[in-house]
């Protein structure tokens, strides 16, 4: 019975996730991964997500108090709306991944605690799917920010003044790290956004127009890099400054798709200083070798753990604990890791490129 039950669930995970995988993979190719989210508002409409409403109100209402005009903030609606749809297409996500992500605990269950004779290859099979399983929703993850920029910045946005604000308690303690290092985490967050919303938006655009807003976003970033740098050296009237920026980020983002100023500026001009004194943070690059070797080497490790864990024999409680602890573990570690996006976009050439940019933006 034991065996039965271990070879469905390994059987039912796998094909699931190839079922999965064949009609996922196109949309990673082609950037147009975006769930309809229905399992999210259903979740919303019956409560078992907070509404985000609140956020964006007390985002909005800490704007208005760093001297942000009321014509200059986002839209209500529209900002909750773009929260909300990424929040909901991300609940999808993982809802989509979390059934063979519970079928492959049923099968290591059953393969520790039933202790039925077997060889190593099948043991270590269950761990490996799942380490694959949460390598796989974090790529989709990863492809659905790369898929939903205006959504991504947005968030990113928001979660940058939360980290400068401290969530409007300046004296509140962050465990874990220094405020000025939250602070600068975020802000790196959300140029990198900018940056890939310039480059991935107007992707079917003219290559002109595809120039000036990379050249728009680099401006934006060296912007936002000064007044991080000015603000973590305790000139406090830099916050006024980041305040009317990144209003201008989410009022922009929040601008409806079919508008047709939608994807020709990112804020407004005014606000840039046409000649900040830095020519931004570097980008951050990665090696996809390094990342995949990294990935090979962690699923040997948890499958290893995981045979190791079958053989002894730990009461079916311990076990459970333990089981729970490596999969937390693995995705922690996956997480922190920085799972790099499938398909990236093609670099562009050294005169449209970012990293090369004059910083100013074409009339």
Known sequence: M????????LFGSGLYMLTALVFVAPHWIDRTRVPRGSIGHLALRLRLMKPRRDRVLRVRQLLADHQVADAELPPTDRLEKRVSDLTCSLASIYVLWLLPFLGLLTAIEVVINARFT??????????????????LAGMDRRSLERSVPREHTTHTAIRAWEAITSHGEPDKEIRGHTRNSALCGAIDDLCEALERQAELEPRRTDPVQRTRLRNHAHEIVRNLHVAKIRLTEGEQEQLITMAKIIASVLKHAATPTNSLDSSTRL??????????????????????????????????IVAGAGYLLSLANFPEAITSVLVVVAVAAGHALLQRMRLPAPFQAPAPDPEASTGRSTGHSAP
């Not at 034991?2 to 669930?9: D, E, L, P, S, Y």
């Not at 077997?118 to 390598?135: E, F, H, R």
């Open 2 to 9: 034991a065996k039965n039950i271990f070879v469905w669930c």
């Open 118 to 135: 077997t060889n190593a290859g099948i043991a270590l099979l269950p761990w490996s799917l799942l380490t694959l399983v949460l390598v």
């Open 267 to 300: 804020v407004d001009q005014r606000l840039l200083s046409p000649a900040p004194d830095s020519n931004g943070p570097h980008r951050r690059t990665g090696s996809l070798a390094v990342k995949a070797l990294g990935y090979a080497l962690f699923v040997c």
